[in-house]
């Protein structure tokens, strides 16, 4: 059977992001963003392009779809991290090995034409959006902002010549048991005596909030494995993305002696209302959206736990987890995911790990070196 790859020119975009909606169309668990929220990362004037190149690729078997991928180059996290690493993201392949070692050879090979000594994904485009090839906990559908992939896609890359290089932990905590009470009595200890107050963020603060949220953010992960700082640009982009679904029990602040020193961002589990509509909202699935959007949302995710570094160990990520807890408690959510986490991070992990967190997935990131 015939196989063919071909960079896809700018006007078939439209076609690279169909594909994975048409491969998933029956999947159980498999859950699409909106289309037009694709559409809008992928363009070439969103901020993220302003320091990344690309290209598009599809794979064809017999003249009809059977994959895709982004070959992807990041100046801002090689200058960063002063290196020379590329990223592939965007993969979504059929169980064809021909076609996606083909793929991702043709996507290695523009990124070792401009100089790349190796190539990681899949990020899409990077590690400040979705990432990961689930690795495990394959029996439900992810939680908002987190990919699913089926358990093929380990053997594609596999096969393609791709090894592990960290796997991303995702820890499903019941909130409807509380925080519990040895842990309230360890957030009291470590911040008695302390000026250290928590805050969420009223509708009219959120301009002033998302410049806290961007400062506390690239000072907390800086260190981290494949971090990249948000530009300004990007930041914004994200935060007037988050806006319409942005509510105050959902951002929380602790500040030290007046100073802004760690947030919390939760968000329901918004692909329960996206698993309706499909990839689009119109007539036939506004209304499956709206209802699942008001009624069977029944969980959340901790996205993300920032804390500066000149203010760790003083005991304020508990501190936040217990307000996540809480919030968590008032919108009746039955349990909530805090995702992602590195698998080396042992200090977060042993901290989710006591009160009660359970890993219950596991997200891969994969490495070839040219």
């Given at each position: 059977m015939s196989l063919v790859i071909r960079e896809l020119p700018e006007a078939e975009l439209g076609a690279f992001i169909d594909y994975p909606y048409a491969l998933f169309s029956r999947h159980?668990?498999?859950?699409?963003?909106?289309?037009?929220?694709?559409?809008?990362?992928?363009?070439?004037?969103?901020?993220?392009?302003?320091?990344?190149?690309?290209?598009?690729?599809?794979?064809?078997?017999?003249?009809?779809?059977?994959?895709?991928?982004?070959?992807?180059?990041n100046s801002a996290h090689n200058n960063f991290h002063n290196d020379k690493a590329g990223f592939f993201g965007f993969f979504d392949c059929s169980d064809d090995k021909e076609a996606a070692a083909a793929l991702l050879k043709a996507a290695c090979a523009w990124l070792k034409a401009r100089g790349m000594d190796s190539a990681l994904g899949p990020v899409n485009p990077s590690?400040?959006?979705?990432?990961?090839?689930?690795?495990?906990?394959?029996?439900?559908?992810?939680m908002v902002m987190m990919?699913?992939?089926?358990?093929?896609?380990?053997?594609?890359?596999?096969?393609?010549?791709?090894?592990?290089?960290k796997d991303l932990l995702a820890w499903r905590v019941d909130v409807a048991h509380g925080f519990g009470e040895r842990f309230e009595k360890i957030v009291q200890r470590l911040t008695r005596g302390k000026d250290i107050k928590v805050r969420h963020v009223a509708a009219d603060?959120?301009?002033?909030?998302?410049?806290?949220?961007?400062?506390?953010?690239n000072s907390a992960w800086e260190k981290n494995w494949g971090f990249v700082p948000m530009s300004d640009a990007e930041f914004n982009d994200m935060a007037a993305a988050?806006?319409?679904?942005?509510?105050?029990e959902y951002l929380y602040f602790a500040d030290v002696d007046g100073?802004?020193?760690?947030?919390?961002?939760?968000?329901?589990d918004l692909n329960v209302p996206l698993k309706a509509a499909r990839g689009s909202l119109n007539p036939l699935t506004l209304l499956p959206f709206l209802y699942n959007l008001h009624f069977k949302m029944r969980a959340g995710r901790m996205l993300t736990l920032g804390v500066k570094k000149e203010f760790r160990g003083r005991g304020l990520e508990m501190l936040l987890i217990k307000k996540g807890f809480e919030a968590g408690q008032k919108m009746k959510?039955?349990?909530?995911?805090?995702?992602?986490?590195?698998?080396?991070?042992?200090?977060?992990?042993?901290?989710?790990e006591a009160i009660g967190g359970k890993v219950y997935r596991k997200y891969r990131v994969f490495e070839k070196k040219f």
């Amino acid at each position: 059977m015939s196989l063919v790859i071909r960079e896809l020119p700018e006007a078939e975009l439209g076609a690279f992001i169909d594909y994975p909606y048409a491969l998933f169309s029956r999947h159980p668990h498999w859950v699409g963003e909106l289309k037009k929220d694709v559409r809008h990362l992928l363009d070439t004037g969103h901020p993220f392009w302003r320091h990344g190149e690309r290209a598009l690729y599809m794979a064809f078997r017999n003249g009809r779809p059977a994959g895709r991928v982004a070959a992807i180059v990041n100046s801002a996290h090689n200058n960063f991290h002063n290196d020379k690493a590329g990223f592939f993201g965007f993969f979504d392949c059929s169980d064809d090995k021909e076609a996606a070692a083909a793929l991702l050879k043709a996507a290695c090979a523009w990124l070792k034409a401009r100089g790349m000594d190796s190539a990681l994904g899949p990020v899409n485009p990077s590690t400040n959006e979705t990432c990961g090839m689930l690795a495990e906990g394959f029996d439900g559908p992810p939680m908002v902002m987190m990919p699913y992939t089926p358990p093929y896609y380990l053997e594609l890359a596999g096969a393609a010549g791709f090894a592990k290089a960290k796997d991303l932990l995702a820890w499903r905590v019941d909130v409807a048991h509380g925080f519990g009470e040895r842990f309230e009595k360890i957030v009291q200890r470590l911040t008695r005596g302390k000026d250290i107050k928590v805050r969420h963020v009223a509708a009219d603060g959120l301009d002033r909030a998302i410049a806290e949220v961007k400062e506390i953010y690239n000072s907390a992960w800086e260190k981290n494995w494949g971090f990249v700082p948000m530009s300004d640009a990007e930041f914004n982009d994200m935060a007037a993305a988050m806006k319409p679904v942005l509510k105050p029990e959902y951002l929380y602040f602790a500040d030290v002696d007046g100073k802004p020193a760690a947030f919390v961002l939760l968000l329901p589990d918004l692909n329960v209302p996206l698993k309706a509509a499909r990839g689009s909202l119109n007539p036939l699935t506004l209304l499956p959206f709206l209802y699942n959007l008001h009624f069977k949302m029944r969980a959340g995710r901790m996205l993300t736990l920032g804390v500066k570094k000149e203010f760790r160990g003083r005991g304020l990520e508990m501190l936040l987890i217990k307000k996540g807890f809480e919030a968590g408690q008032k919108m009746k959510w039955v349990y909530g995911e805090m995702s992602w986490t590195l698998e080396d991070n042992t200090q977060i992990n042993g901290v989710i790990e006591a009160i009660g967190g359970k890993v219950y997935r596991k997200y891969r990131v994969f490495e070839k070196k040219f």
